[in-house]
């Protein structure tokens, strides 16, 4: 057993991270086959000695080639995506997996996280106007509030409205924009804005990921039409 771990993590550091559409150090193909033969050859090795250590051994080695191509650029199909979501859930509930991947409900964490992150507007707009699901396939409904001037203050404006009214609050003193954005889409109740009753739902935080997260930001972020007043 200790001899599996050794060798896992001695993987882990031979496959280095991919960046998007560079060619990977140790994915060539002749370097494939290698690490294949190597996996290959482990596997017979244990299926000498003992049962139990050696389901354990195909279950981990399995994990591990699914790794490596992936590390190496294999992007899986729908197919395969769904095989591996109903492969997870013979393990955790749905609830645990979304929790697990969702982004909270705590700023300074949130924040943390969200640094190493670019966000794609595009995206993010899809995401708020219910184009494309978030976590668990939810619609966010962000737009069918949001463009309605009588439920919730308006898109338009949004980043400049943040700059120049909220922020200039006494107890908003010492935040960041990007602070004061992430609260009003997590915990909606920590600022209510005048005229409006509180009613942006708080469980966002469950609903999506970081990545999610910094998309929508950036998309609120490119809303910056000057305001004429409230
Ligand atoms: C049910 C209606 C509703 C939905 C859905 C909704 N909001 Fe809100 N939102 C509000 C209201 C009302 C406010 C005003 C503050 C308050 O009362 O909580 C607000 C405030 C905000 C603010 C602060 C705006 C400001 O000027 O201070 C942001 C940013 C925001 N919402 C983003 C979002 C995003 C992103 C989503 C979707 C993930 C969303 N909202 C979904 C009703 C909604």
Same mark, same amino acid.
């Given at each position: ?28 193909? %002749?370097? /494939?086959? &290698? &690490? ?6 482990? /596997? ?7 049962? %139990?250590?050696?389901?354990?051994? #195909? ?19 729908? $197919?395969? $995506? ?7 859930? #013979?393990?955790?509930?749905?609830? %645990? ?10 700023? &300074? ?9 670019? !966000? ?9 106007? =219910?184009?494309?699901?978030?976590? =668990?396939?939810? $619609? /966010? !409904? ?8 009588? $439920? ?45 009753? !509180? #009613? #942006? ?22 809303? %910056?039409?000057?305001?004429? !007043?409230?």
């Amino acid at each position: 057993m200790a001899r599996i771990l050794l060798l896992m993590s001695l993987l882990m550091l031979t496959i280095p991270l991919r960046a998007q559409g560079e060619f990977v150090p140790g994915c060539s193909i %002749d370097e /494939l086959a &290698q &690490q294949q033969s190597t996996l290959a050859a482990f /596997l017979t090795l244990e299926f000498a000695e003992d049962f %139990d250590g050696s389901l354990a051994n #195909m279950f981990r080695l399995g994990a591990l080639y699914k790794r490596m191509a992936l590390l190496c650029g294999y992007a899986p199909n729908d $197919v395969e $995506v769904n095989q591996l979501l109903e492969q997870a859930l #013979m393990f955790v509930s749905l609830e %645990d997996l979304i929790a697990a991947q969702s982004v909270g409900t705590d700023i &300074q964490a949130i924040l943390l996280e969200l640094d190493g992150l670019y !966000g794609d507007p595009l995206r993010g707009q899809s995401l708020y106007n =219910g184009l494309e699901p978030a976590l =668990g396939g939810t $619609v /966010l !409904g962000c737009s069918s509030c949001h463009e309605n001037e009588a $439920v919730a203050p308006l898109t338009a404006g949004t980043w400049t409205r943040i700059n120049d009214i909220r922020l200039a609050l006494p107890q908003y003193a010492d935040y960041s924009h990007r602070q004061f954005l992430i609260e009003s889409i997590v915990q909606p109740m920590a600022y209510i804005t005048p005229d409006y009753a !509180g #009613m #942006m739902p708080e469980f966002y935080g469950g609903q999506l990921t970081p990545q999610q997260l910094a998309d929508l930001a950036a998309f609120l972020d490119s809303q %910056d039409q000057l305001l004429d !007043g409230e």
